[in-house]
């Protein structure tokens, strides 16, 4: 491909924090009054306001999306088991194999667990002119479609990547053709892969992202090696940082890897913003606190 460049010599940044530009958080207004407020529901694409608020029934079979951690229908902590065995999904009822029931027995399955985020990313990111994949990706965690972890996050990381580099390259056309395909090859990275498969989504995501932009099949040369090379780069990153997982946490290290070998590779260097501060961390029942790159201690009073 005549427009890969060689390794730049751009300045490698600490995780969770980047140069210049706005900051990708939630913040809590009375204690940093010159940040920006938390994303209104109002600025959610038109229509989802009222969508991703109520319960929503598949096969009259209702769960609650406050349960945003644990179990989608009673929030019980999930278990995993080492050898998967089948069951039936609580929402839609169809039987499926699976290694992760909660502790009370419900089972979810995981196109029912992530099909109204999945649908919410899409929409949001083929409508938003953001360029930073970061502010991106913080704005979508903020649904409350999108739960503390789940395989939506495997769509999530690609699509926030396909919406900031086509609106920075100026191609806005493009993203709706790439962001389907995103979803369709994402939806084949089950939940949980990190720990069975050792290969965390948010890493695939960035493979399908770089495979998408250079339109690698199994048979092209540079263009494999690209994608190949992408996910390797992120799921070293991951790993790095050490389990349990954290949805929020591999997302955010995939898209800033991501960034970073754009910038390298291509030379295309995505705006992205000073820092991400964690707004999860309450409500992650194995967050590594201080052990994370992304963790913010928020003082009471």
Not at 261 to 277: I, Q, W, Y
Request: charged share 20%.
């Amino acid at each position: 491909m005549e427009d890969i460049v060689a390794a730049s010599s751009s300045p490698s940044h600490r995780s969770g924090s980047f140069p210049n530009g706005s900051r990708c958080s939630k913040i809590r207004s009375r204690l940093e009054p010159h940040r920006a407020p938390a994303m209104g529901m109002n600025q959610f694409p038109q229509g989802w306001s009222g969508r991703i608020h109520k319960l929503i029934a598949y096969g009259g079979a209702p769960y609650d999306m406050e349960h945003t951690a644990g179990c989608l229908i009673c929030g019980r902590d999930l278990v995993y088991s080492e050898e998967s065995r089948d069951l039936v999904c609580a929402v839609c009822g169809e039987v499926q194999s699976t290694t992760a029931v909660c502790e009370a027995g419900h089972f979810v399955c995981d196109r029912c667990h992530s099909l109204e985020a999945l649908d919410f990313i899409e929409e949001f990111c083929i409508t938003t002119t953001l360029e930073d994949p970061l502010a991106i990706a913080c704005i979508l965690m903020r649904s409350p479609a999108v739960r503390m972890h789940g395989p939506e996050h495997h769509f999530l990381v690609p699509a926030a990547l396909i919406a900031a580099y086509c609106n920075h390259q100026g191609e806005p056309g493009r993203k709706g053709p790439l962001l389907r395909q995103a979803r369709a090859r994402s939806s084949a990275v089950p939940g949980g892969a990190c720990g069975t498969h050792g290969a965390c989504g948010a890493a695939v995501g960035t493979g399908i992202f770089m495979s998408l932009i250079t339109g690698s099949t199994p048979l092209k040369k540079q263009e494999w090696s690209l994608a190949n090379q992408m996910t390797a780069r992120s799921l070293m990153m991951i790993a790095r940082h050490g389990g349990p997982r954290c949805c929020k946490r591999d997302s955010w290290l995939a898209i800033q890897t991501a960034v970073t070998f754009l910038s390298e590779r291509f030379g295309v260097a995505l705006p992205v913003g000073e820092e991400v501060r964690c707004e999860y961390s309450d409500i992650n029942r194995e967050c590594l606190q201080t052990a994370c790159p992304f963790y913010t201690v928020y003082l009471a009073g």
